[in-house]
């Protein structure tokens, strides 16, 4: 496996604004004491997301479980929400063909179709239940907490629709929740539906690598040995407190110090892989949920994530790259081999244009990567910094290696802006609100915040 993060493009060598010598030097001992509180961190017990070998006997449940569902449904479909949901959609992008819920049962090996159901829109929950079969669907319904009203909601209605087709929640569905916490956990017990840990110690948006991702990705025969197996690899390999040595620290390092010394706190996420594509949203959730935070000594920090997608966002966000303000970096994912064999554009031919002879007889991911590092020095020479994680192919083993490089460097982010990675308060207020509009009898006493808000002012609707 090979995952390297070239962070040139984040040097004063290459752009006006990137880290000088001085600089790095200086940020050494921090990013020393970043590590160490890492670890400080694992030696509590609250790093759990790294404690993969910790999880073995989970894992191998939830692939017996698997192994033993196969032929059983036409589609798996995932009720969860942000932590619980985009790792699945992650997966889903990166190790099946873009097109896999629209190929037919043969073409799909008589593996199950993947439905990832993260809202409560009515259009989009109604025309799910509408494409899908009750009888022969599993749905996951996938919640750490076991309460969130947006799951909960869906679980109800997918009950609801199980008992009309005749189906037993045992039959119909699995649950992912804590092992001891929450209305699934009773539930389980309750109603005898097969039901898998996320360790107490493995938050949401750092759970992908436990059942809550290698549940579906077990149910569609991804290969969920060799995805640890790289997250592993990457741990291993991010074991010391010097950026040289490791990836993940020289990632959340170089982004603090651009945002904290250079103003650029926007940070785009630009796989050149359509593989990849739904790793930034991922990433974007991670980052923004972990490190948007007030410190202890109230100042609001955190950098803000960006998606893009190249060549795609060429053709959109690139011009505000590149003469936009100069507050953000972009980090690009290269992908060196294509899945499958790179495709040939064929030659023009004698009766063709001879404008696009140019293009003819090189592959598409030839003109992919190009693009990618075209994108590259085009930034460098308008002094926008960048980095570039390049990576062998886009498999299980490298997803599961990016997986944990974003998680680590989450970890070091949350020691260098001064705020714990790993809660949430900001949500919570919101949800309070939406819990009190519905009647939740715990919740009632919101009604004191919800009557100061100042409701529409009919001369500001305009
Ligand atoms: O990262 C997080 O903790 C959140 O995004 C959660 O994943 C999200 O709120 C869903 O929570 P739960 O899994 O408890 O339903």
């Known amino acids: 496996m090979t995952i390297q993060l070239d962070v040139t493009g984040m040097m004063r060598s290459a752009v006006p604004t990137g880290a000088t010598p001085e600089a790095l030097a200086a940020l050494a001992p921090r990013l020393a004491a970043a590590h160490e509180g890492l670890l400080a961190d694992a030696a509590r017990g609250v790093l759990g997301f790294r404690e993969l070998e910790a999880q073995a006997a989970e894992r191998a449940r939830v692939l017996a479980w698997a192994a033993a569902q196969r032929g059983s449904c036409d589609d798996v479909v995932v009720l969860g929400i942000g932590g619980s949901a985009l790792g699945a959609v992650a997966l889903r992008t990166a190790l099946l063909p873009r097109d896999w819920n629209l190929r037919s049962p043969a073409q799909r090996g008589g593996r199950p179709r993947l439905h990832v159901l993260d809202n409560v829109d009515p259009r989009s929950v109604r025309g799910l239940l509408e494409l899908v079969d009750p009888t022969r669907t599993r749905f996951l319904v996938i919640s750490k907490s076991g309460s969130t009203a947006e799951t909960m909601s869906q679980y109800l209605l997918v009950r609801e629709r199980l008992r009309a087709a005749g189906r037993s929640p045992a039959e119909g569905l699995a649950y992912v929740t804590d092992p001891v916490k929450g209305v699934l956990r009773r539930l389980a017990a309750a109603d005898g539906v097969p039901t898998f840990d996320v360790p107490a110690n493995v938050g949401g948006r750092f ?43 020289a990632f959340a390092g170089l982004q603090w110090r651009a945002h904290a010394e250079a103003g650029q706190g926007m940070q785009v996420l630009m ?25 202890p000594a109230g100042a609001h920090v955190g950098p803000t994530p960006i998606v893009a997608v190249g060549a795609t966002d060429q053709h959109a966000q690139v011009q505000l790259f590149m003469e936009g303000p100069v507050d953000k970096t972009v980090t690009f994912i290269d992908v060196e081999e294509m899945d499958g064999g790179d495709l040939t554009i064929p030659s023009v031919g004698a009766d063709g244009p001879a404008e696009l002879a140019y293009l003819g007889g090189h592959g598409f991911g030839k003109l992919l990567r190009a693009e990618c590092r075209a994108t590259a020095g085009a930034l460098t020479k308008s002094g926008r910094p960048t980095m570039t994680i390049r990576v062998t192919r886009a498999d299980a083993l490298h997803l599961g290696g990016l997986f944990m490089l974003f998680e680590l460097a989450t970890i070091y982010g949350g020691q260098l802006y001064g705020v714990d990675p790993l809660d949430q308060p900001g949500v919570e207020l919101g949800k309070q609100l939406t819990y009190y509009q519905f009647g939740h009898p715990d919740w009632q006493h919101m009604k004191v915040i919800w009557d100061t808000l100042p409701g529409s002012d009919p001369a500001w609707v305009i």
């Open 271 to 295: 796989p050149y892989s359509d593989a990849f594509r739904d790793l930034a949203p991922w990433f974007v959730q991670l980052w923004a949920e972990s490190l948007g935070k007030v410190t």
């Open 207 to 249: 759970s992908v690598l436990s059942p809550v991702g290698m549940l579906p990705a077990a149910l569609l025969g991804m290969d969920v040995d060799a995805m640890v197996a790289g997250a592993i690899a990457m741990r291993d390999r991010c074991a010391s407190g010097v950026l040289q040595q490791n990836p993940a620290l």
